[in-house]
T-cell receptor, first 113, second 113 residues
Framework: AQSVAQPEDQVNVAEGNPLTVKCTYS??????LFWYVQYPNRGLQFLLKYITGDNLVKGSYGFEAEFNKSQTSFHLKKPSALVSDSALYFCAVRDTNAGKSTFGDGTTLTVKP | DVKVTQSSRYLVKRTGEKVFLECVQD?????MFWYRQDPGLGLRLIYF???????EKGDIPEGYSVSREKKERFSLILESASTNQTSMYLC????????????FGPGTRLTVL
């Protein structure tokens, strides 16, 4: 079985400050990990993914995430937040042996000017 | 760019009606997915398909059925709509089942009265 947890419903940061959106996962095999973003009244857009290799993954809009196998985490980060980063963020995991991905409940990021 | 389109952005139906939600992708993707999105519950997979005429149940298939007669089109059917099926419905597609990014449509907000 696979599962993913986003422990924070809401994250608030000031513009220009670093941001972190947390994600932890559980799989029986090896994970594929994804981050998606949903802007208001839009569908989900892909940000980045970890498949194998370098634990630090860089994605769209200056976001990055670090795969930590020992802590089973895949936190999303950005060094300097923008107001336009305000959106709903979803983490997803897929066990390499599974046929489908499991999404987290989502974290609402609000960046204030 | 991959484009996933859904037949309606907003839909209002009455209890007991048969409802069809259509999804079309233009990138020759093998896999297509139907999710529902509810506040606090994230994305939950209803059904997915990895080939024409093939379908697999997701996490919450009860009350739904699907049809995939052509590779580019994946339909979600509510045989007899109920008020607890009021939700945002998201369609997605991906090139392969392994480690591949999902591309999402804009969503259909269905209200069942």
């Amino acid at each position: 079985a696979q599962s993913v947890a986003q422990p924070e419903d809401q994250v608030n940061v000031a513009e220009g400050n670093p941001l972190t959106v947390k994600c932890t996962y559980s799989v029986s095999g090896n994970p594929y990990l994804f981050w998606y973003v949903q802007y208001p009244n839009r569908g989900l857009q892909f940000l980045l993914k970890y498949i194998t290799g370098d634990n630090l993954v860089k994605g769209s809009y200056g976001f990055e995430a670090e795969f930590n196998k020992s802590q089973t985490s895949f936190h999303l980060k950005k060094p300097s937040a923008l107001v336009s980063d305000s959106a709903l963020y979803f983490c997803a995991v897929r066990d390499t042996n599974a046929g489908k991905s499991t999404f987290g409940d989502g974290t609402t990021l609000t960046v204030k000017p | 760019d991959v484009k996933v389109t859904q037949s309606s952005r907003y839909l209002v139906k009455r209890t007991g009606e048969k409802v069809f939600l259509e999804c079309v992708q233009d990138m020759d993707h093998e896999n297509m997915f139907w999710y529902r999105q509810d506040p606090g519950l994230g994305l939950r997979l209803i059904y997915f398909s990895y080939d024409v005429k093939m379908k697999e149940k997701g996490d919450i298939p009860e009350g739904y059925s699907v049809s995939r007669e052509k590779k580019e089109r994946f339909s979600l059917i509510l045989e007899s709509a109920s008020t607890n099926q009021t939700s945002m419905y998201l369609c997605a597609s991906s090139f392969s089942t392994h480690a591949d990014t999902q591309y999402f449509g804009p969503g259909t907000r269905l209200t069942v009265l």
